[in-house]
């Protein structure tokens, strides 16, 4: 919640506010702007091996305070301790890969034109980079873009989501050994966000969020003629076939789906059976739901917490309550929980269609609607009928299948028997209206950095290819 130029912070699971902290003016945006140019400057002299450094500090130092993170995390958003603690852990990790891979990072030698010559591509930071980034994931997504732009050679300027600044602005805290200036935290919600993407001190931008706040930062990245990564969530479809241990399938087809209360960018939010296992999927879904504790997210035997706001919930409710008006059944879930927080149910639903908007717009909630399919082309097919398409799993222990899916689901991370499982040295980032751009990996690092060409010739001589023309020899090479 924001007004009066300050941020409320809610805690979900209560619905009590935890703590205001004021929001950035223009002018304290200006200041960052000149002092992130500053910090830019700096980071410019330091080498692969002092960058490499820094960041195992940095690792060192995240890792030392897990506990205190995860704890401010969990208050602040909702998901459970123990998620976020590991969250806490893969931010460590996403520094120290970033460490060691900025360190050949410099460039390469393609094959020059003439023997004597050297053709040389460096790479380059871009400037000043942008980060803004969403409440789900607060530390992680946040640091897929600080590491790499970081490592390299930019500055940053993060703006967290106005639900979750808490934990960012401890974990800046915890960052030390950058220049001054470097890296910093700017607070509040979207208009200050637009000042940030409209801001000249600023040379791209790194998005995670809703593709129609992303068409916006899009849209004024083009009007800048401004780089811009997006990525901008997705409808991911979960495939089982006949050939898996349906309560295995189950757990994980559940588990993708209602991880962090169904509130991850690649959140399973569309399930095609095959139907000799269909019913017997069903069931153990239903099953495996109803097993889950609801509750406390600061509890250890908590499954689901809360979701982070009314709002969110709200649209849950209209996900789910319009297809079952239209014929779909209600297996399990399907209501609030508790008499305090943001609660909701982790849901299956089964008999729903392509038309249902729970099947179409990304729902952002624990459902799980389940769809039988006569075989595995009608389920491919179901899986790219829509415009997204960040991620996708697929259940088989068939290798051909394996192939096919690989081969036809269009995805930007096709996940086959183990769900959700990130790779901080692999590329991540969507197809279609899933965004543009990737983050981690080696891809991660390139899109924060500039291409240069350079070509050197050591011999000062007239080529032979030079005016003028027409003198009855034979054309030499000629660059165009």
């Given at each position: 919640m924001t007004g009066n130029g300050r941020l409320s912070v809610v805690n979900p699971a209560t619905e009590e506010s935890i703590e205001e902290i004021p929001t950035t003016s223009p002018e304290?945006?200006?200041?960052?702007?000149?002092?992130?140019?500053?910090?830019?400057?700096?980071?410019?002299?330091?080498?692969?091996?002092?960058?490499?450094?820094?960041?195992?500090?940095?690792?060192?130092?995240?890792?030392?305070?897990?506990?205190?993170?995860?704890?401010?995390?969990?208050?602040?958003?909702?998901?459970?301790?123990?998620?976020?603690?590991?969250?806490?852990?893969?931010?460590?990790?996403?520094?120290?890969?970033?460490?060691e891979i900025a360190r050949d990072?410099?460039?390469?030698?393609?094959?020059?034109?003439?023997?004597?010559?050297?053709?040389?591509?460096?790479?380059?930071?871009?400037?000043?980079?942008?980060?803004?980034?969403?409440?789900?994931?607060?530390?992680?997504?946040?640091?897929?873009?600080?590491?790499p732009a970081l490592a390299a050679g930019n500055a940053?300027?993060?703006?967290?989501?106005e639900e979750t600044p808490l934990g960012t602005r401890r974990m800046a805290e915890l960052i030390e050994g950058l220049p001054d200036g470097l890296?910093?935290?700017?607070?509040?919600?979207?208009?200050?966000?637009?000042?940030?993407?409209?801001?000249p001190g600023v040379d791209m931008v790194a998005f995670t969020g809703s593709q129609e706040t992303g068409r916006k930062v899009g849209i004024t990245a083009a009007e800048r003629l401004m780089r811009a990564n997006l990525e901008l969530g997705g409808k991911d479809p979960f495939i089982i076939c006949d050939d898996v241990d349906v309560e295995i399938a189950a757990q994980g087809a559940v588990w993708a789906a209602c991880l962090n209360a169904g509130q991850v960018c690649t959140?399973?939010?569309?399930?095609?059976?095959?139907?000799?296992?269909?019913?017997?999927?069903?069931?153990?879904?239903?099953?495996?739901?109803?097993?889950?504790?609801?509750?406390?997210?600061?509890?250890?035997?908590?499954?689901?917490?809360?979701?982070?706001?009314g709002p969110g919930r709200e649209k849950v409710e209209r996900h789910v309550g319009e297809a079952i008006?239209?014929?779909?059944k209600l297996v399990a879930g399907g209501e609030r929980w508790g008499e305090r927080g943001f609660y909701y149910k982790p849901t299956v639903l089964t008999g729903v269609t392509p038309s249902m908007t729970v099947m179409r717009d990304e729902t952002f909630g624990p459902v799980v609607p389940i769809v039988e399919v006569?075989?595995?082309?009608?389920?491919?097919?179901?899986?790219?009928?829509?415009?997204?398409?960040?991620?996708?799993?697929?259940?088989?222990?068939?290798?051909?299948?394996?192939?096919?899916?690989?081969?036809?689901?269009?995805?930007?991370?096709?996940?086959?028997?183990?769900?959700?499982?990130?790779?901080?040295?692999?590329?991540?980032?969507g197809q279609g209206g899933s965004g543009i751009g990737r983050e981690l990996g080696r891809e991660g690092l390139e899109a924060f950095q500039e291409s240069k060409h350079v070509h050197i010739d050591p011999k000062v001589e007239k080529k032979e290819w030079w005016y003028p023309y027409g003198k009855g020899d034979e054309p030499g090479q000629r660059v165009m």
């Open positions: 304290e945006l200006d200041a960052v702007a000149e002092r992130a140019k500053r910090g830019f400057e700096e980071w410019r002299g330091f080498a692969g091996l002092d960058r490499a450094e820094v960041f195992h500090e940095i690792s060192a130092s995240l890792r030392g305070h897990a506990d205190d993170l995860a704890e401010i995390m969990t208050r602040e958003g909702g998901k459970p301790f123990v998620e976020n603690r590991d969250e806490v852990t893969w931010v460590a990790a996403c520094f120290d890969y970033y460490g990072s410099v460039g390469y030698l393609p094959a020059p034109i003439e023997p004597q010559q050297l053709a040389l591509v460096i790479k380059e930071p871009v400037g000043t980079v942008a980060c803004i980034v969403p409440w789900n994931y607060p530390l992680l997504l946040a640091t897929w873009k600080i590491a940053v300027i993060l703006k967290p989501s890296l910093q935290v700017v607070y509040g919600a979207g208009e200050v966000g637009e000042a940030l993407v409209r801001h959140s399973s939010e569309r399930f095609y059976v095959e139907k000799g296992i269909a019913n017997d999927f069903i069931e153990a879904s239903r099953e495996f739901v109803e097993s889950l504790n609801i509750g406390d997210p600061m509890d250890g035997q908590t499954d689901i917490g809360p979701m982070i706001n008006e239209k014929g779909a006569d075989g595995l082309d009608e389920a491919i097919e179901q899986a790219n009928s829509v415009p997204f398409g960040l991620g996708a799993n697929v259940y088989t222990r068939d290798f051909e299948k394996m192939l096919r899916c690989m081969r036809g689901i269009r995805a930007g991370t096709v996940w086959i028997n183990d769900p959700l499982t990130d790779n901080d040295a692999a590329p991540f980032g």
